[in-house]
């Protein structure tokens, strides 16, 4: 059984910042590409941020570029997404998904793991 267990999300006020966790099991991360998805009620998921297997490249959606990175540490097997100067609007359930090999890694339809979700909410 595959496990994605996010964790860090909570309440924030705007311009704070929270840092999130991905923890894999029982498969090592290292050939996967990772990324983070987050969906707000009434929308569809969004890519949020994601990073290749070895690291060497990460990439980011509009709406977070400048505010969020993404890391990894295939050692420990976590993934982790870093969220700075937090807006309302980043208001969300956030997940952190996993596939390996060729694929659109902005595209939700690419990933084959998906944890179970963490809520960030950013007041005003």
């Known amino acids: 059984q595959v496990h994605l267990v996010e964790s860090g999300g909570g309440l924030v006020q705007a311009g704070g910042s929270l840092r999130l966790s991905c923890t894999v099991s029982?498969?090592?991360?290292?050939?996967?590409?990772m990324a983070w998805f987050r969906q707000a009620p009434g929308n569809e998921r969004e890519f949020v941020a994601g990073?290749?297997?070895?690291?060497?490249?990460?990439y980011y959606g509009v709406s977070v570029k400048g505010r969020f990175t993404i890391s990894r540490d295939n050692a420990k097997n976590l993934v982790a997404l870093q969220m700075n100067s937090l807006k309302p609007e980043d208001t969300a359930v956030y997940y952190c998904?996993?596939?390996?090999?060729?694929?659109?890694?902005?595209?939700?339809?690419?990933?084959?793991?998906w944890g179970q979700g963490t809520q960030v909410t950013v007041s005003s």
């Open positions: 998904a996993a596939y390996r090999g060729s694929g659109n890694i902005r595209m939700a339809s690419s990933f084959n793991y």
């Open positions: 990073v290749v297997w070895s690291g060497a490249y990460t």
């Open positions: 029982p498969f090592t991360i290292n050939d996967y590409q």
